[in-house]
């Protein structure tokens, strides 16, 4: 028989149990409540995702769009695009695409826009040819300096380097230059007779780069021009963009292996064998874009075996004004002999 003590006793321990039973079951309905409504969440969002992959996919569309898609290939045709580009810039630099300031010639780089920049081509063992030049037409010292700061006219005798780099050849001229200082001196284009067209492009990129004129001319170390009677006929053609102005001929190419003239290229020609029109080498102008697009170009012109054809070549497919000036025609001329212009 059990005390009232006892009885007790049991009855707390009962009352405790079920405090203990509905505490827990409140903890589990509430824990099932948080649950459900995660679960109740995250299955909205993925109801919501489902749909708008379906509304997608039913509209012919993929997860990542159309204009998305077109915008990567969009972006990898570029960087093909850059990576020829990058290719072709190293070609021209190694071309001379990139203009350089050469040894032997210490001026700084003017600011002031010039009318014209003359480049007189000569080569190894012509002392006697430019000294004459100096006397005759190509002012020193002073002089030199006035006729840029008057009459906008720049003159150099234009060289590159010998065949076997640092000979004598190459320290004659240094010597001289250092001298006179009325050279450009071409470090990367050797001088031979078969690299004349390369040399005068090398001129050209050189000069463009140098100096800001509205033209670049170039002249033989045999050529005497009066620089007043030039510097007015260039005034006249200040309003042309495109030009191209000298002493226009044509001529026949020479299939024949044994001419002198010969030309490699002939059937380039046509069959009339017959070089379009061209100025003639000894003298010839062109206008600053013309000299730029070479800058730009250099590295895809091609040369012919003849320097004067190859300019002309370059011009061809260009809107380009070809100006015969017979001003710029030797007035005097004969193998050997002194060509007077202007």
Known sequence: MRSRGSQNRLSG????????????????????????????????SRAYLIEELEKRTGQGQSAVSLDDTLKVIACREQSKKLSV????????????????????????HPTKKVLLVVG?????????????IRKAWMPAGIARRELVDKKGIVVRFVIGRSANDGDSLD????AESSHTN??????????????????????????????????????????????????????????KPRVYIGCMKSGKVFSEQTHKWHEPDWWKFGDGKSYFRHASGEVYVISKSL???????????????HDDVSIGS???GL????????????????????????
């Open 171 to 174: 320290k004659d001229i240094k």
């Open 13 to 44: 321990n009962s009352f405790e149990s079920r405090v203990s039973a509905l505490m827990l079951a409140m903890i589990a309905t509430m824990a099932t409540i948080y649950v459900a409504a995660r679960l109740f969440q995250e299955a909205e």
């Open 314 to 316: 370059w011009f061809i």
């Open 182 to 239: 009325d050279f450009v001196i071409l470090d990367n284009q050797v001088e031979a007779p078969e690299e004349k067209a390369k040399k005068i492009k090398s001129f050209f990129i050189y000069a463009v780069g140098k100096w800001d004129a509205e033209f670049y001319a170039k002249v033989d170390d045999d050529v005497y021009v009066n620089l007043d009677s030039l510097g007015g006929v260039l005034a006249s053609h200040l309003d």
């Open 120 to 132: 007189v081509m000569t080569t190894f063992g012509r002392r006697k040819n430019r000294d004459a």
């Open 319 to 342: 809107d380009v004004q070809h100006i015969d000036e017979t001003k710029l025609c030797c007035s005097t001329w004969s193998p050997g002999a002194i060509c007077v212009v202007v």
């Open 85 to 108: 580009l990058e290719t072709e810039l190293a070609a021209a630099r190694q071309e001379g695409f990139v203009p350089k300031r050469l040894q032997g010639n210490n001026e700084k």
């Open 291 to 305: 000299a730029q697009f070479i800058s730009i170009n250099s590295f895809m012109l091609r040369t012919y075996v």
